[in-house]
Structures are given as structure tokens and as C-alpha cells.
T-cell receptor, first 117, second 111 residues
Framework: GAVVSQHPSWVICKSGTSVKIECRSL??????MFWYRQFPKQSLMLMAT?????????EQGVEKDKFLINHASLTLSTLTVTSAHPEDSSFYICSASARDNRFQPQHFGDGTRLSIL | GIQVEQSPPDLILQEGANSTLRCNFS?????LQWFHQNPWGQLINLFYIPSGTKQNGRLSATTVATERYSLLYISSSQTTDSGVYFC?????????????FGTGTLLAVQP
């Protein structure tokens, strides 16, 4: 149980385009979803936290107008990288946490490798 | 904010050897998880261990919350154990819990 699906796995696109990444909880309802970014040979850094039906909370230094997060249902959150540039190339990972139990661990998707040319 | 440091940063083992990875954190935490990130980037949840000791096959983990550290033991290592090991701590603040990841240990198991 507790499966999180993330799509796409790989994205290569031209500078200036927008890219949407989906994160779905397949077998549980996720009150909260998290988005992380990982640069090569570095740790995971939390970008933002999204709660179903409300605006996302962004970590300090993350541009909310560039990284648009939508959490429209209890099973789906999306991250849109708007007007992507080469410096946005990174590994993006989502996670989801089940509702009503703050002791539940976060469950992670397989990540999306984003390459901006 | 809370700092999470892992040691060693890099480790090379021969297949069959044992190892201990350490995670130190700078403040009290509510929960702690250990992850293995494989070469494809997938994060595998190994242990959810806010305190005490747990074992799963060749892996075991111990967290001593009062002393702010956790240890991950790998016995009889295999090449498939290669990858990066992260610990992550969680502190409750407001309505949402956040995971703060450690610096990671890069493990290479050689045949």
C-alpha cells in the first residue's frame, strides 16, 4: 500500500517552455503533498507544501510565481515550472502524507528528471 | 533551523562487509526516517524510527532521540545496497509536518 505515482519520469524541453509534473496517491487520500528538488550530488530540499483545496506554502527562496503548485483533490497535486531555464534543470520529487494522522510517514514518488536545453 | 549531518559522506565496501551509518541532528525531533536512494533516483523508505531499534532483514536502525542521533546498520552488504542513504527528521510546527533531509552517505559496494 501507500503508492505514489509521479509523471513524467523524464522531461527534456527548450528554454522558455512550461512543464507540468503530476503527483498522484494511488491507494490512499493525501491531505498534504510535498515537492522537493534535488541537484546532482546534493540532498533533497523542500520547495513547497500543498494542502488539498488551499494555497501551497513555499519555502524561503522558492519563487511561487515560477513554481506553480495545485492540489485540487485528495489524490492529485501538480507542479508547473513556468518559463523554464537551464538553471531549473534538476530532479523533482513529490511525496504524500495520509490524512488525519500526523504520525504517518511521507511516501515518495519516483521523481522527475527535468532537463532544460 | 534544525541541522542534520550524516557520516561518513562516502563509503566503499567489499561485498559481504558490515557498516554503520550515522545521523546527527541539532535539535529535538518528533520523528526520523531512513531512506535509500538507488542509482535511478528512487527513494526507498527503509525505517520510520523516532526512537528505539528496528530490524528488517540485513538492515537495522537505532534512534536515541535524547542524544539526537540515529544509526543505520547494514550487514553482509550486497552490490544492490549501493546508492545514497539519507536520514530525514520531522518536527511538528503548526498544521503540517516537514521532513528535513540529512547530507547523505554515498555507499558503493564492490563485488
Amino acid at each position: 500500500g501507500a503508492v505514489v505515482s509521479q509523471h513524467p519520469s523524464w522531461v527534456i524541453c527548450k528554454s522558455g517552455t512550461s512543464v507540468k509534473i503530476e503527483c498522484r496517491s494511488l491507494d490512499f487520500q493525501a491531505t498534504t503533498m510535498f515537492w522537493y528538488r534535488q541537484f546532482p550530488k546534493q540532498s533533497l530540499m523542500l520547495m513547497a507544501t500543498s494542502n488539498e483545496g488551499s494555497k501551497a506554502t513555499y519555502e524561503q527562496g522558492v519563487e511561487k510565481d515560477k513554481f506553480l503548485i495545485n492540489h485540487a483533490s485528495l489524490t492529485l497535486s501538480t507542479l508547473t515550472v513556468t518559463s523554464a531555464h537551464p538553471e531549473d534543470s534538476s530532479f523533482y520529487i513529490c511525496s504524500a502524507s495520509a490524512r488525519d494522522n500526523r504520525f504517518q510517514p511521507q511516501h515518495f514518488g519516483d521523481g522527475t528528471r527535468l532537463s532544460i536545453l | 533551523g534544525i541541522q542534520v549531518e550524516q557520516s561518513p559522506p562516502d563509503l566503499i565496501l567489499q561485498e559481504g562487509a558490515n557498516s554503520t551509518l550515522r545521523c546527527n541532528f541539532s535539535d529535538s525531533v518528533n520523528n526520523l526516517q531512513w531512506f535509500h536512494q538507488n542509482p535511478w533516483g528512487q527513494l526507498i523508505n527503509l525505517f520510520y524510527i523516532p526512537s528505539g531499534t528496528k530490524q528488517n532483514g540485513r538492515l537495522s536502525a537505532t534512534t536515541v532521540a535524547t542524544e539526537r542521533y540515529s544509526l543505520l546498520y547494514i550487514s553482509s552488504s550486497q552490490t544492490t545496497d549501493s546508492g545514497v542513504y539519507f536520514c530525514a527528521v520531522e518536527r511538528y510546527g503548526g498544521a503540517t509536518n516537514k521532513l528535513i533531509f540529512g547530507t547523505g552517505t554515498l555507499l558503493a559496494v564492490q563485488p
